[in-house]
C-alpha cells in the first residue's frame, strides 16, 4: 500500500473517529452548563458591583452623618427628600431610591476631597481652581434639581389635558367614581407611543397617580397628588376631583377647568405654528440668497477674463 493511500485512511479513521465522539458529545460542554456556568458569573460580578456601590453610599450618608448639623439642616432634608421622590433619584444597581443623607453626601464628597488640594496649591497654583469647581458644583446641583422639576410641570401643564379629558366623564358621576381604570387606560396608551420627554413625564405621572388609587380610596388619593406634584395645573385639579369625588355638585367647576385646558393646549398650538411658520419662512430666505449666490457666481463666470 503506498504512502498517499495510507495518509488518507488514518486522516479518514481520525475524522469519522472524531465526528462518533462529538456525536456522543464527548467534546461538548452542554447548554444548561454554559448558561449556569455564565449567570454564576454574572451573579458574582453584580454582587461585587453592588457591595463597591453600597461601600460608596455608606461612606455618603457617614459623611453626612457626622456634619449633619451643617450638610443637613431639617429644611435640606424635607427638600432632598423632596427631589429623590419626585424625579425618582435612584440606584439601579441597589434597586431603590437613595435617602436624603445619601444623596447630599453624593455631592458633598467631592467638595470635602477637594480641600486637600489647598495647602497643594500654594506649590502649584492652579490647583485653587479644584475646590472652587468642587464649591460651584456642591451649591448649583440644587437649581439643577429645581429647573429639572420647573420642565416636568411645564410637560404635565400642558399634556395633562389629554388625561383630563378621559376622567372628565367619570368626575362626573361624583362619589360613584373609579378613576384607577381609566388612569391605567391612559398608560397603555401612552406606552404605545415613541419614546420622547413628554411620555417620559406623563408616564411617571401617570403611575404616580395609580399607585395612589390602588393604595387608598378616589377621594383620598387624588389630594396626595399635591404632595409631590406642586404646579398650578394638578393643584387645581386636585381641588375639583376631590370635590367631586366626595359627593358635592361641582360640575361647573369641572367644565371651567377643562375650558382653562383646552385654552392652554390651544394656545400652545398656536405657538407652534407660528414657530413652524417662522421656521418656514427662515428656509425661503435661505433658499433666496442660495439661489442669488448661484446667479450671481454664473454672471461672474460668463465675463470676459481679465475684465476685472
Request: glycine share 4%; net charge positive.
Amino acid at each position: 500500500m503506498s504512502s498517499g493511500i495510507v495518509i488518507i485512511v488514518v486522516l479518514l479513521t481520525i475524522f469519522i473517529t472524531y465526528q462518533i465522539l462529538l456525536h456522543f458529545g464527548v467534546f461538548e460542554i452542554s447548554t444548561q452548563q454554559k448558561k449556569v456556568v455564565t449567570e454564576i458569573e454574572d451573579t458574582r460580578k453584580l454582587n461585587k458591583k453592588r457591595t463597591r456601590v453600597l461601600a460608596f453610599f455608606k461612606l455618603c450618608s457617614g459623611l453626612t452623618n457626622v456634619f449633619k448639623g451643617i450638610l443637613l439642616t431639617a429644611d435640606a432634608y424635607e427638600k432632598h427628600k423632596y427631589y429623590i421622590e419626585r424625579l425618582d433619584i435612584r440606584s439601579e444597581i441597589l434597586n431603590r431610591q437613595l435617602t436624603p443623607e445619601e444623596l447630599r453626601g453624593r455631592h458633598a464628597l467631592p467638595l470635602f476631597i477637594s480641600l486637600f488640594f489647598i495647602p497643594v496649591s500654594i506649590f502649584v497654583h492652579y490647583c485653587i481652581f479644584i475646590p472652587a469647581l468642587a464649591f460651584i458644583y456642591f451649591i448649583g446641583y440644587q437649581t439643577t434639581y429645581k429647573l429639572r422639576i420647573q420642565d416636568e410641570d411645564e410637560i404635565i401643564d400642558n399634556y395633562f389635558i389629554d388625561l383630563y379629558l378621559l376622567l372628565y366623564s367619570k368626575l362626573r358621576q361624583g362619589s360613584r367614581a373609579r378613576l384607577q381604570g381609566t388612569v391605567e387606560q391612559y398608560i397603555d396608551t401612552l406606552e404605545g407611543q415613541a419614546d420622547t420627554d413628554i411620555k417620559e413625564v406623563m408616564l411617571k405621572f401617570a403611575k404616580y397617580m395609580l399607585n395612589l388609587l390602588s393604595l387608598y380610596e378616589d377621594h383620598v388619593a387624588i389630594p396626595m397628588l399635591r404632595d409631590i406634584y406642586r404646579s398650578a395645573t394638578i393643584i387645581n385639579f386636585c381641588n375639583v376631583a376631590a370635590q367631586a369625588l366626595q359627593g358635592i355638585d361641582n360640575f361647573d367647576n369641572l367644565l371651567t377647568f377643562k375650558m382653562q385646558l383646552v385654552e392652554r393646549k390651544t394656545n400652545l398650538m398656536r405657538k407652534r405654528q407660528q414657530e413652524i411658520l417662522r421656521s418656514g419662512e427662515r428656509s425661503i430666505y435661505a433658499i433666496w440668497i442660495i439661489l442669488f449666490i448661484f446667479i450671481a457666481v454664473g454672471w461672474y463666470s460668463k465675463l470676459p477674463t481679465g475684465m476685472f
